[in-house]
């Protein structure tokens, strides 16, 4: 077999591969190969060691131009979600466990546990209140 076919159908075989192994390489290894393998078939590359060289470095070329080029257009699955689980637990009512004075800590049960609580305002064992803030691992509250 000659060799500009083996490096066309190691392109063909790499750019399938972006197929399966998603990233956005492999497909200009591919490309690269490919163009390798039009080089020695036009007999501008004689040399096994001129290939590989050539390889490399439009590969190189390929990832450092283009994949910046085609990432603007082809963006990836990606989100911005809400990662301050705080937030989400600001305004959940939660059980008062232990009296809380506006100068005493207290406890509440919330995610199935006891936590710290504090509050500006008397709120007994027994009631509801709504969480405001966090510190730490102690909850601010207040009363329903």
Same mark, same amino acid.
């Given at each position: 077999?000659?060799?500009?076919?083996?490096?066309?159908?190691?392109?063909?075989?790499?750019? %399938?591969?972006?197929?399966?192994?998603?990233?956005?390489?492999? %497909?200009?290894?591919?490309?690269?190969?490919?163009?390798?393998?039009?080089?020695?078939? +036009?007999?501008?590359?004689?040399? %096994?060691?001129?290939? +590989?060289?050539?390889?490399?470095?439009?590969?190189?070329?390929?990832?450092?131009?283009?994949?910046?080029?085609?990432?603007?257009? +082809?963006?990836?699955?990606?989100?911005?979600?809400?990662?301050?689980?705080?937030?989400?637990?600001?305004?959940?009512?939660?059980?008062?466990?232990?009296?809380?004075?506006?100068?005493?800590?207290?406890?509440?049960?919330?995610?199935?546990?006891?936590?710290?609580?504090?509050?500006?305002?008397?709120?007994?064992?027994?009631?509801?209140?709504?969480?405001?803030?966090?510190?730490?691992?102690?909850?601010?509250?207040?009363?329903?």
């Amino acid at each position: 077999m000659e060799t500009w076919i083996i490096w066309m159908i190691s392109g063909v075989i790499m750019m %399938v591969l972006e197929l399966i192994i998603p990233g956005g390489i492999i %497909v200009f290894l591919g490309l690269a190969a490919a163009f390798v393998g039009a080089l020695v078939y +036009f007999n501008i590359l004689t040399s %096994v060691v001129h290939a +590989f060289i050539a390889w490399f470095i439009i590969s190189l070329f390929l990832m450092l131009v283009l994949r910046s080029v085609f990432m603007k257009y +082809f963006e990836g699955d990606s989100s911005v979600q809400n990662v301050d689980e705080d937030k989400d637990q600001i305004g959940k009512i939660v059980e008062v466990v232990e009296d809380i004075l506006p100068f005493k800590e207290g406890r509440i049960k919330f995610s199935d546990t006891t936590w710290k609580a504090r509050s500006n305002e008397e709120i007994l064992k027994g009631n509801k209140a709504i969480i405001e803030a966090r510190d730490g691992s102690t909850w601010f509250v207040k009363p329903i």
